[in-house]
């Protein structure tokens, strides 16, 4: 790697000392899908590096319409006034309108957004899940590295992404609406598998009946799974945005969580599988790239294409052709 600019080490200097300004072009950068800016933003990244890491970092997902937006907004209120300060990244790979779903409706987060101990960015909008995946990961390393000790990754609970987002936390919250067992509300038991806390929301008013309801459902079918590891198990607990109600419990769940996994050093050790998968997969995909952009592989592959459609070829004996002839 070529050494840093000054100016972009003075950036990196200004995120780490908590520039809200500094971080938010930060962000940009690596969002950037130019050429120069993936260069410069990987020396800041590099920069701040060491003084990234230290945050308990929470995925929250739920099927539209459970209350994400309300739930952060009323439960980083809790957080943040007990002294944390909260980052708020949001993966959104179907990049709905354009400036994402969380600036879409920072109006359910408005005192948040005001909030200085908070930071909220918007959903990089566009992308494949796995470009969206990356620059979240990398935005979480630089609000860590501004001083924000508790990050929050939300999603949408549709397909790919919670699994993309439980790959990058330390803990996976599910949120549930009242009413209806899993079925009815689309979680898949792969989802349910991968939580590590589920809040039942919306346990006010004539919704609270059928929470409890809802989070005794939930609780039967949690009994009938394999816990993620030895030290917890998964909890429902009953919430609601609107009213307060239970926003400690779920904070004091987290903290009891993040003391189980730490007494066991199971943070350290899952953060470090998760750095391992994620160079992997950074590796995979730069070679996709690279084979896609090989002169000698385009040339020759729509021909094996034709010839694997036609029958005359089997798949992998096109692969072998395709992969021999690629340089690198
Ligand atoms: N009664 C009740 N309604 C709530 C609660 N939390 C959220 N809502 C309502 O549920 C609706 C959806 O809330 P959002 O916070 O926008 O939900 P979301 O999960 O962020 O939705 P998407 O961003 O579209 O996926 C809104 O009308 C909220 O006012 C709650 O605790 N109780
Ligand atoms: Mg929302």
Redesign the pocket.
Known sequence: MTDIAPADAALADAVMTGDRRALARAITLVESSRADHQVRAQQVLARVLPAAGRSIRLGFSGA?GVG??TFIETFGGHVTSLGHRLAVLAIDPSSRVSGG??LG?KT?MELLARNPAAFIRPTPSGGALGGVARRTREAMILVEAAGFDVVIV?T?GVGQSETTVADMVDMFVLLLSPGGGDDLQGIKRGIMELADLLVVNKADGALEAPARMAAADHAAALHLMRPKTPVWTAEVLLASAMTNKGIAEVWAAVCRYRAALDGAGLIESRRHTQARAWMWREIEDGLIERLRADPAVAGLAPGMEAAVAEGRLTPTAAAFEVLARFRG
């Open positions: 539209p994400k937006s779903s969380i409706d359910r939300e949408v």
